[in-house]
């Protein structure tokens, strides 16, 4: 699913070179493919929820290295595609946030927002998560009320800060605002993503969760149905195929409450049944692209990207070479990288 992600995220990025060549409503559909995100999104809350529970809660050191793996899982490569986009000053000469750029907290600010690798902005979206999951689980097995509440308190929270800031001295540089930015680009306002993953999991660990799974049937075909049924909703609401439907706000509470509600009922599909999707997901050939989707969704929009374009381009916008590129970088840099981290963290 990993995969299916990325090259939704691709497309999306790249729909403006077919917006002569395909039909308004189709680069309608194509422009809300930025949900590749949120199936990101679901998915890690699903993952860490399942894996982990409240468990790194249990003391200091357990919490230290559970938070190690995690900057571990995402900081190094990010941190050698950086260092290569600043050290080419030709891309990066007009780019000077450098602790910003390196720390993620570039894409709490709109200002910055598009600068340096610009896609990285949803790596700190995911890393609040990282801080914050053991302590949402132990609140959703309490009461998923809690767990809301919790959200919603940390949504005020986000959005104070930003308007209080403004009022103060203008928040010139966009601190968690607009509003409209801190709910499309911060965990402030996409928090409800990873709930609905925690919430799986949750369900998946109680007896009385699994009978309730059970009882969804062909949940592979509806999960599936729901999810594109509610992305043409979300479409409904664009404007043109140069905005997107989640700019209104019928569009962003379908892609925040509902939307995750439809891919959560896709996974436990994919879990529980035995289709074709299922199986043609869970071939090598895709568990690879899988594994190496992480490198793929970083280079294939920024400053990796902008390089090999300048020394080959080829039709399909590099899609293939970006793969093969993909997966050479996930082989020889962010699995050994990650393992020799793993090994290091795993003596504390």
Request: proline residues 3%; charged residues 15%.
């Amino acid at each position: 699913m990993r995969a299916v992600a990325a090259i939704m995220v691709f497309v999306y990025h790249n729909r403006k070179y077919w917006r002569n060549d395909l039909p308004f409503e189709m680069m309608r559909f194509i422009s809300e493919w930025h949900v590749g995100v949120t199936v990101f999104f679901v998915l890690s809350g699903f993952l860490l929820a399942y894996r982990y529970e409240e468990k790194p809660l249990d003391s200091g050191k357990s919490y230290l290295k559970y938070i190690l793996l995690r900057i571990a899982r995402i900081f190094p490569l990010y941190w050698i595609l950086l260092s290569a986009f600043f050290l080419d000053t030709s891309y990066s000469k007009d780019v000077k946030t450098y602790f910003l750029q390196y720390s993620l907290f570039y894409s709490l600010f709109e200002k910055y927002s598009v600068s340096g690798i610009v896609q990285a902005w949803s790596l700190t979206v995911e890393f609040f998560f990282y801080l914050l999951s053991p302590l949402l689980f132990l609140l959703l097995k309490k009461s998923w009320r809690y767990c809301i509440l919790f959200l919603i308190g940390f949504f005020l929270l986000g959005w104070g800060i930003g308007y209080g800031l403004k009022e103060l001295n203008g928040n010139l540089n966009g601190f968690l605002f607009p509003l409209k930015f801190m709910v499309g680009s911060t965990f402030f306002g996409r928090s409800s993503e990873f709930f609905f993953g925690m919430l799986l999991a949750y369900l998946m660990k109680k007896e009385s969760g699994i009978k309730f799974l059970h009882k969804i049937k062909k949940p592979t075909l509806w999960g599936g149905l729901a999810i594109l049924i509610l992305i043409f909703a979300i479409r409904f609401f664009a404007r043109n195929n140069f905005v997107h439907g989640v700019e209104r706000w019928e569009g962003r509470l379908i892609h925040e409450l509902f939307l995750p509600i439809g891919i959560v009922i896709f996974f436990w599909g994919l879990m529980s049944e035995k289709t074709w999707i299922s199986k043609v997901l869970s071939t090598k050939f895709f568990v690879l692209l899988g594994n190496a989707s992480f490198v793929f969704y970083l280079i294939h929009l920024s400053y990796f990207n902008m390089k090999l374009k300048s020394f080959i381009y080829l039709p399909d916008r590099n899609f293939v070479l970006l793969w093969i590129c993909s997966i050479i970088i996930y082989l020889l840099i962010e699995k050994p990288l990650y393992e020799l981290c793993r090994k290091g963290i795993a003596k504390i």
